[in-house]
């Protein structure tokens, strides 16, 4: 290994699962087997259309076009309008230029520091409470983080702005309002507004989700605005690494620049199924019909043992608090055979909270709280 790999290395934080090998072991050994919520992973099967499409574009020998077919990006558009209202204004929709699909969504995020050219000068902003890749993609880029609160300003020299609503991990949704505001700031500052809404479509019962494409938030423009989309959730196709980035047309194409020449493509087949899936409504309203069920089950148990729910009421996930450090209480629910997420993962923030995911079938979910109740 040579010492600028090795520098490399050392400038990013353990992978915070590793360090859960203990309580996954003890939770294994439960006489029930272990019920894992610590990850928010798909267990429920790909929508039968979608696994159809891929099925059909295997003989794909040829390089996919990195920018997409322009089916893909039109039904982007499509579905963005449908479910979000994103567009441009009330009647016109988004431009099919400016979508670019990704190799999942984590990938953009961890890459967009640096393929937007940021650097030691620049900072990158995140909630407190945050997915820990926005850390990590901007120290591999050289640059400076900052958690900021909802209700902080912004500190001088910030670049890119991460938003996440629904947010991982509190299930916090931002409104128009807020987000509206905090894109005000960013553009004052010059900065890019990267929007994370990978968990937009499953806003709970009565809850209602804003894209930061929403006409009510950018006002008719654009300029320095980027969401991030993923189907993992939605269509349960976190094994097919299928993403989306949109917004800003130039911004797009500076993107769609710069990953033609690095290689990043999304598979032929994989952008047929993303095609299907975005055509789709139905199965993302019966996957949203499905956690709100899962939701419905584990979040009273979780209250009738004793832990604080906060927030939760959009997204994949449940933030609860026993009052204890996290690690105390992942280790007791370990005991019970109940895996979830230490909050520290997420920031300092969440010292005390543990992530407890809504990603297993119903009869896991079930025996979890059946196990609660003991």
Not at 27 to 49: F, I, N, Q, W
Not at 313 to 320: I, S
Not at 339 to 360: C, N
């Amino acid at each position: 290994m040579t010492s600028s790999s090795t520098g490399t290395r050392r400038a990013l934080p353990d992978f915070p699962w590793d360090s859960l090998a203990g309580a996954a072991a003890v939770a294994r050994s439960h006489h029930g087997g272990v019920v894992d919520l610590s990850v928010g992973t798909p267990v429920d099967p790909v929508p039968d259309a979608v696994g159809e499409a891929l099925r059909a574009a295997w003989d794909s020998p040829g390089y996919p076009q990195t920018w997409g077919t322009p089916a893909l990006r039109e039904a982007a558009v499509g579905a963005l309008a449908r479910r979000h209202r994103a567009g441009l204004s009330d009647t016109e929709g988004l431009d099919p230029d400016a979508v670019l699909p990704t190799i999942g969504s984590k990938e953009l995020v961890a890459w967009l520091p640096t393929l937007l050219g940021l650097g030691a000068d620049d900072v990158v902003a995140f909630p407190h409470l945050a997915y820990p890749t926005y850390e990590v993609g901007a120290r591999l880029a050289g640059a400076g983080t900052a958690a900021v609160g909802d209700d902080e300003p912004l500190p001088a020299g910030t670049r890119l702005v991460w938003l996440n609503s629904p947010s991982n991990p509190t299930g916090r949704v931002l409104d128009a309002p807020a987000l509206t505001a905090r894109v005000a700031e960013a553009r004052a500052l010059g900065a890019v507004v990267a929007s994370d809404e990978c968990y937009l479509a499953l806003p709970g019962p009565g809850v209602l989700t804003t894209s930061v494409l929403d006409p009510a938030v950018h006002g008719g423009d654009l300029t320095g605005l980027l969401a991030v989309h993923s189907l993992s959730k939605t269509s349960n196709l976190a094994g097919y690494r299928a993403g989306l980035v949109l917004g800003d047309p130039a911004l797009v194409a500076d993107l769609l620049a710069v990953r033609k020449h690095a290689g990043m493509i999304v598979p032929r087949p994989v952008q047929e199924a993303m095609t299907v899936a975005l055509g789709d409504d139905e199965h993302v309203a019966a996957t949203r019909a499905r956690y709100d069920a899962r939701r419905a089950v584990l979040r009273p148990a979780l209250e009738a043992a004793g832990l604080h729910v906060e927030h939760s009421e959009a997204g994949l996930y449940l933030w609860a608090t026993a009052g204890e450090p996290c690690r105390a209480t992942v280790d007791r629910l370990a005991a019970r055979g109940i895996l979830v997420a230490p909050g520290e993962f997420y920031g300092p923030a969440g010292a005390s909270h543990v992530r407890v995911a809504l990603t297993a079938s119903d009869e896991r979910v079930a025996a979890a709280a059946t196990r609660l109740a003991e």
